[in-house]
């Protein structure tokens, strides 16, 4: 009984609290987010005092695909999470086609956003109830055709119970892969106006991975997106990529403009996709060899 009380006590307190970032007095009715992205002078820190972003102007056009990278703590998330309103610049402003992204309501802005996070979330529940998240009142028919698009038809298939299986509390049961999969599935399902993808760094399998590249073809298409890549094929594809470090950004361009400039990108690219490249060589030499 006591124990119930206290963990009510802290659930009460958790529903109760007031959320910093909330909608403004007025606000401005949006139809739609499509459209030209724009930051502009935008300085943030978190509460602690050190600030996180120092200063990020920046436009994306619609449709653009735009590459994040940079080292560790540079500010890469932190300018996803801006970006989709869950924190708000202390400073400058990020207009969603020419509008301040304050003036709009909040539910405006994240209903529209689909995001694959590094590490995704599943609750406990089936396949099927995981996918349909995405859009409440999806049929079973849409939800299959959102998985099939995913490229996660095909393993959810294999389970024993299909689209019924369990995943598990927190999808612990499913592989980093196949929660990629399924969020992927998940943010199809929901036709989202803006992709935010966080690739997973921890390795996934080639097959997995060639499977996560077209899922995200398929969300990619005709909608602006951000990715914080680590995989340097989708580096490669950005239309723009802006390299990102003490929260400032340190050269933008693209893949050929940025390798021609022989700076941070350049040394980046050498540095960590070398190994990369020469893993892909190993493979293919193997590959050879065996022929052979
Ligand atoms: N919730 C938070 N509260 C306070 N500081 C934070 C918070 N989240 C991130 N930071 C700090 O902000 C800075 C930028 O972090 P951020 O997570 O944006 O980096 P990142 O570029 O995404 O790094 P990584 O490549 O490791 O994911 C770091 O110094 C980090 O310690
Ligand atoms: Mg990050």
Redesign the pocket.
């Known amino acids: 009984m006591q124990n119930a009380v206290a963990s009510a006590e802290r659930i009460f307190n958790l529903v109760d609290t007031e959320p910093i970032v909330k909608n403004r007095s007025r606000t401005i009715e949006t139809d739609t987010l499509a459209g030209d992205i724009r930051f502009e002078n935008v300085h943030f820190q ?3 005092d ?1 600030p ?1 972003i120092k200063g990020l102007d920046f436009h994306v056009s619609q449709g653009e695909m735009v590459a994040l990278v ?10 996803v999470n801006l970006l989709c309103r869950f924190y708000e610049p202390t400073q400058g402003t990020i207009y969603f086609n020419n509008v301040d992204y304050l003036d709009m309501k909040l539910e405006d802005i994240q209903s529209r956003i689909g995001i694959v996070l590094q590490t995704p979330h599943l609750f406990s529940g089936s396949v099927r109830e995981n996918i349909r998240y995405g859009k409440l009142d999806a049929t079973d028919q849409e939800i299959e055709q959102a998985a099939k698009l995913a490229g996660a038809h095909d393993f959810i298939m294999q389970f024993e119970k299909g689209y019924e299986q369990d995943v598990g509390e927190g999808g612990n049961l499913l592989s980093v892969g196949q929660k990629q999969l399924i969020s992927i599935a998940r943010a199809i399902l929901a036709e989202p106006e803006l992709f935010i993808m966080d690739e997973a760094t921890s390795s996934v399998d080639t097959l997995t991975e060639a499977l996560i590249q077209r899922g995200m073809d398929r969300l990619m298409e005709g909608r602006t997106s951000f990715v ?1 890549a680590h995989r340097l094929s989708t580096i490669k594809r950005a239309d723009k990529i802006i390299v ?1 470090e003490d ?1 400032q950004i340190q050269e933008m361009g693209t893949h050929k403009e940025l390798i021609n400039k022989q700076g941070k990108y350049y040394n980046l690219y050498t540095r960590q996709f070398r190994q990369e490249l020469e893993a892909q060589y190993d493979v293919f030499t193997q590959a050879e060899t065996a022929r052979s």
């Open positions: 978190y509460e602690t050190d996180v940079g080292p560790t703590g540079g500010g890469k998330t932190t300018i914080i990102i929260g």
